[in-house]
């Protein structure tokens, strides 16, 4: 069964850059037909998708995001992360990874709070 694990600072400060990793366990990152995603959820607002990193590495993004994010991988840790840069406090949510497939419900991570204050 896969897991996945979010982490990284739960604070940032405005204009600096937000970094997060998502370890998976139970299944690799290189996996044929899934996806790894990053989407958060600001206070009192619904889930946004940030992006995706695909097996054969290659990356899309939100257009509303994809000047400031970024979405890399580490295939020996089985990590996949996340680069956020310019942040401001809206950028105030729970960010979560998740393995995407269309037609599947996606598994989730537990979330990661980020908070952007100075």
């Known amino acids: 069964q896969v897991q996945l694990q979010e982490s990284g600072p739960g604070l940032v400060k405005p204009s600096q850059m937000l970094s997060l990793t998502c370890t998976v366990s139970?299944?690799?990152?290189?996996?044929?037909?899934?996806?790894w995603g990053w989407i958060r959820q600001p206070p009192g607002k619904g889930l946004e998708w940030m992006g995706v990193?695909?097996?054969?590495?290659?990356?899309h993004y939100s257009p509303s995001l994809k000047s400031r994010t970024s979405i890399s991988r580490d295939t020996s840790r089985n990590q996949f992360s996340l680069q956020l840069t310019s942040v401001t406090p809206e950028d105030t949510a729970v960010y979560y990874c998740?393995?995407?497939?269309?037609?599947?419900?996606?598994?989730w991570g537990q979330g990661t709070q980020v908070t952007v204050s100075s």
């Open positions: 998740a393995r995407l497939r269309p037609g599947n419900p996606p598994n």
């Open positions: 139970g299944d690799s990152i290189t996996t044929t037909y899934y996806r």
């Open positions: 990193i695909v097996s054969d590495g290659s990356t």
